[in-house]
Each structure stands twice: as C-alpha cells, then as structure tokens.
C-alpha cells in the first residue's frame, strides 16, 4: 500500500506528550502525571481536573489503587480539546522557566508526602488500640483481632514501600527518613503481637458411650484455640489401644477426662486416669476431670462400682476355664482380665483422687459456663 505524504498524518509534539500522558495513566504513574499537569493548572484551576486529581490522590493515600470509574474519568479528561490548549502552553512554559519543574514536584512530593505520613499515623491508632484489645481478649475474639491487626500490618508495609521509593528520589528529606523509621518500629511491634503462641495440647479421655458429649467438649475446647487429641480422629485403624493411650498421655499437655459412670468402669478410660497420675510425678503433665453427672461422689460409688468390676471378672476367669477345657488360646481373655484386675485395685484411688482434685461440671444447662472455666484451667 502506498502512502502520500498528503494522506499520513505525522504526529505533532503535543500530541505525542497527550500519548505520554494517557500511558502514564495506563502504567499507574498518576503522580507523574499531576506533576506535569499542575504546571498549568496550579495557576489556571480547572474544576474538573482538580476534582479527579483528588479523589485519585485520596485513594492511593489511603493505601487502595484508585477505583475504574476515577481512571476513566481521567482519561476522558486527557481526550478532552481543554488538553489540547494546555499542553503547548506547559511545553512553552518548560523552555522559558525550567525551575518551575522543580518547585511544582516539590510540592507535589510534600503534598504525598503529607498524605502518608496522616494514613499512618490512622494505623499507628488502630494499631494501639488492636494490641490492647488483644491483651484482654480471648478464643475467637483474639483471632478475629490478629486477623484486622494482620490487615494493618500489610497496610502498613505497602506505605512503607512508598516511603522508600520517594527516599530514592528525594535522600536529603529528613522527614521522609523520620517516617521510614517510625513505619519500621511499628511494624516490628505489629509482628511481635502476630506470633503465634504454642497452643496448649489436650488429650479428652472417655467412655464411648459418651461420645455425644466427647464431641461437644472437643469442638468447644477448637474454638478457643486449644489443641485436641481424641481417639475418633487420632487413632490409626490397627493400632494398639495400650500405645495409642500411652502415647497420648505422654505427648499432651493435659489429659481432660470426662468422668461418668461409663468411664469409671471402663478398664481402658481407668488405665489413661492411673498413667496421668503417674506422668504427674514423672514429667510436667496436668489432669482435669469434667463430669455431667455427679453420682460417682456418692459415698457407696465404689462399693457398688466394685461388685460390677468383679462381676466383669469372674464371668472372664469362668471363660477362660471353658477355653482351657476346650484347648482354646485365652490370650484376648488375658490382656481384658489385666485391665479389669487394674480397675479392681485402682478404682477407689480414681474416685479419691477425683474428690480431692477440682471437677468441673458441664451438665447440659451448666455446659457453656462450665467449659469456660475448664479453658480457663488449661491456659
């Protein structure tokens, strides 16, 4: 295809600097482009301009990029003829007073400047009055706090780039440096408060039977933060019983026992109570016992609980005779008779020790008041 010189049309200086200037736009360098432009309209206001040049302004000094309508209406405005006008005289103005660049940028740097340093100081008060929040709070509150005290932080880190940017351009502003030094301290501070804790851990022993309360107990203690350990979710298929509860007891800050008749006579639940109280004496372990139902502080709660237990094992030592009659292995009767003989002699010192030590009870009307003073024990 063939072009006369009469049919091309070859761009003007002004209108490659209105390409520059829409580029600018299209990159994010809006305050390159409002420093070029307040060389007119600093002296000559222009409604239009000087209200998208604010709300602009006021959104990248607020921490946010400024929203499509705003750009847009920056855009129509550099297609506007009123550009067209103005460009020339700026360029004119470039040849015969060339510090006025300077001046005009200083000002616009002053102005962002200012802009910053009123964003941070916001932060620096939310961020005062996060931290002491976070002194008193608890559970989900406290996390719900780190969230928005996160928030600000990462706020707080995007001006802090834009500080550092605008310390490359302009080295000798002290108060750029004093604010780079006041962003660094708080962010320290910030972080600080942000570590995570280690979590206290918990090991919730009980008698399936009462697995209902189990649950309830576990998803209470997970919404306070607190690490949790039950057989439900823990226990691999396969694995010996004897391991996993000795593991557990070993491995977890506290053993939280639900106490019941249930448990009470369970010869394993009996076996995780008699391995805590002994980790008490060996190692740095902690044993809470909760109940719904307070029967076993009846005074005869052993002596009835005692003719169960033996009940239980009789009626193994008479399987084991038929199994020996009929030259059958009694190894799965021997390890059962073991717990039930241990349950036998420890039972009294459990329901002793349960009595002497702090209960917590959690009965369905007592629940969320009770399992707050149990969270309360554990941390």
Known sequence: MICNTHQCKVPTPMSEKITQLKKQVE?????????????????????????????ILHQINMGFAPNPMQVQGLQIFLNSSKIKEVVPIIEQNHKTTPQKTTETMAYGTEKEIEGIRKAIDLILEKKEFLQEELGIASGNQKFALKKQLQKEEIDLENYRQKIQKLREENPSNSELNDLDAKTQKAQEEMKDSLKEEKKTSVFISYNHKDKELANRVKDFLRKQEIDVTIDSEAMKSGEDIKTFIEKCVRENDITLSLVSENSLLSAWVAMESVLTFAGEKLADKKFIAVYEDDSFFGRSFVRESMKVVRKELQEIDE???????????????????????????????????????????????????????????IK
């Not at 039930?340 to 629940?367: H, M, P, Q, W």
């Open 27 to 55: 990159a994010g360098k809006f305050q390159e482009l409002f420093d070029y432009l307040n060389l007119y309209f600093e002296e000559n206001p222009y409604n239009q301009y000087s209200t998208i040049k604010m709300n």
């Open 319 to 377: 399987e084991i005779d038929e199994c020996r009659k009929e030259n059958i292995g009694i190894e799965h009767l021997q390890d059962e008779r073991t717990r039930y003989r241990k349950l036998e002699t420890n039972l009294a010192e459990i329901v002793g020790r349960l009595k002497n030590s702090l209960c917590r009870k959690i009965s369905k009307n007592n629940f969320e008041t009770g399992m707050q003073k149990v969270c309360d024990d």
